[in-house]
């Protein structure tokens, strides 16, 4: 059963665990179960995705249950009237505040504005050498997209080399391996932790947020046992 955030009569959102695809992907044919198919036989009727979600991102995922719904939360997301939110877990120490302006190319060369802001929340330096280095340094981060590219902040971080843990393939390939040998670690630590928006129908201020995964949870617990790093 997928964990249901909010529901009424236009509107559903549900908590989209790691490695569930949104819809049928011909770039995915290994995948047997998607988020649309899931919460429509849950519901018992049919739903309308409104904006999209990696499938390695975990997190809140908005649905429709009406084509005129549909129609308006896609509107408010194309006109940056909805505000998103995710927490991510990165390589190094990341700037308290940061703001990255930097244009994504598509897959058939269009050239697209795409603009990140992050906040840093914590930092760690766990004794953990890779490398050259004695020890490990690490920053959980909350982010928000200005715009809705697609891979926008995977792409982002990777750039000014601050890649998400677990990224594959905008991130470091070294400390994948590491997450994996020394924690047991191989899913990427990206999460939509929450959205606001004005609702399309009942014009009512909406704040739909969504709790971390056990396993992303579980990694935090362990840099904060383990961190040397004193601010």
Not at 10 to 23: D, E, F, Q, R, T
Request: charged share 25%.
């Amino acid at each position: 059963m997928l964990e249901i955030l909010y529901q009424d009569d236009y509107l559903v959102a549900i908590n989209k665990p790691h490695g569930l695809l949104v819809h049928r992907s011909p770039i995915a044919a290994d995948a047997s179960e998607f988020a649309i198919q899931l919460l429509r036989d849950q519901l018992g009727q049919k739903v309308y995705p409104t904006h999209r979600l990696d499938r390695k991102t975990s997190g809140v995922l908005l649905f429709a249950l009406d084509e005129n719904s549909n129609r308006l939360m896609q509107q408010d997301f194309m006109n940056k009237k909805v505000e998103k939110n995710y927490l991510a877990f990165v390589r190094g120490f990341t700037s308290p505040h940061v703001t990255i302006d930097y244009d994504l190319t598509t897959d058939d060369g269009k050239t697209q504005d795409a603009i990140t802001h992050f906040t840093t929340i914590e930092q760690f330096e766990v004794p953990v050498p890779l490398g050259k280095h004695h020890s490990s340094r690490y920053s959980f981060i909350s982010v928000n997209p200005e715009t809705g590219r697609m891979h926008q902040i995977r792409k982002h971080l990777a750039h000014i080399f601050h890649p998400i843990i677990g990224d594959r393939p905008h991130g470091c390939n070294k400390q994948n391996k590491l997450f994996l040998e020394t924690w047991n670690m191989n899913k990427m630590l990206l999460h939509a932790n929450e959205i606001r928006f004005t609702h399309p129908i009942t014009k009512v201020q909406q704040h739909i947020k969504a709790e971390m995964s056990d396993e992303f949870t579980r990694i935090l617990e362990l840099m904060r046992s383990q961190n040397e790093f004193k601010s």
